[in-house]
């Protein structure tokens, strides 16, 4: 079945520290977000990407990296500089081109700094 | 910049009672809309969405949804709902002229009462 992975589902993180966030998809899909999801704020864009080797940042850049080295992977980094890590992270993908499009999302990682 | 906005938080409803859940974006140009779903423990799914024609769209699980373009509005509604309806509810729209960026509303939580 075709879909979003991403690992790990829950991962604990001391300050300090980087962590990387995994998104695969086997869709074929050209465009892969990142969304932060917090209690009553909804998702907000991080990062997206529409190709590959190049990506935008979203709403809430600041303090988090990705990169695109291949189609089907957008890993998320949070880094020391993101003042407030602790959230639940949304991978998502849709194809790009002619027409409208719908965004599939992975299961999702929530992140824990102690 | 676009913004959507949901206009309750939480709602509460008995089985049987029915629902309409508002959501309104600020942006003026053509848009695509979409109202996601995410049942406890699981994926964000998409529940039903417009992009043109009819401004009623129906949607899974019996929900439905009016596209009002002189309100800049897309509430969802539903006759009866059931527990199994217990969810977060998300707007969302893409404006056409704003590239792959999809814009997320902070969401409405239901509880239905058994």
């Known amino acids: 079945d075709g879909g979003i992975t991403q690992s790990p589902k829950y991962l604990f993180r001391k300050e300090g520290q980087n962590v990387t966030l995994s998104c695969e998809q086997n869709?074929?899909?050209?465009?892969m977000y990142w969304y932060r999801q917090d209690p009553g704020q909804g998702l907000r864009l991080i990062y997206y990407?529409?190709?590959?080797?190049?990506?935008q940042k979203g709403d809430i850049a600041e303090g988090y990296s990705v990169s695109r080295e291949k189609k089907e992977s957008f890993p998320l980094t949070v880094t020391s500089a993101q003042k407030n890590p602790t959230a639940f992270y949304l991978c998502?993908?849709?194809?790009?081109?002619?027409?409208?499009?719908?965004?599939?999302f992975g299961a999702g990682s929530r992140l824990t700094v102690l | 910049a676009q913004s959507v906005s949901q206009h309750n938080h939480h709602v509460i409803l008995s089985e049987a009672a029915s629902l309409e859940l508002g959501c309104n974006y600020s942006?003026?140009?053509?848009?695509?809309l979409f109202w996601y779903v995410q049942y406890p423990g699981q994926h964000l799914q998409l529940l039903l969405k417009?992009?043109?024609?009819?401004?009623l769209v129906k949607g899974i699980k019996g929900f439905e949804a009016e596209f009002i373009k002189s309100k800049f509005s897309f509430n969802l509604r539903k006759p009866s709902v059931q527990w199994s309806d217990t969810a977060e509810y998300f707007c969302?729209?893409?404006?056409?002229?704003?590239?792959?960026?999809?814009?997320f509303g902070p969401g409405t939580r239901l509880s239905v009462l058994p």
């Open positions: 990407s529409q190709i590959v080797n190049d990506f």
């Open positions: 869709l074929n899909h050209d465009a």
């Open positions: 417009y992009f043109s024609g009819d401004p």
């Open positions: 942006y003026g140009g053509t848009v695509n």
């Open positions: 998502a993908s849709t194809r790009t081109g002619a027409g409208a499009n719908v965004l599939t």
């Open positions: 969302a729209v893409n404006a056409e002229n704003y590239g792959q960026n999809f814009v």
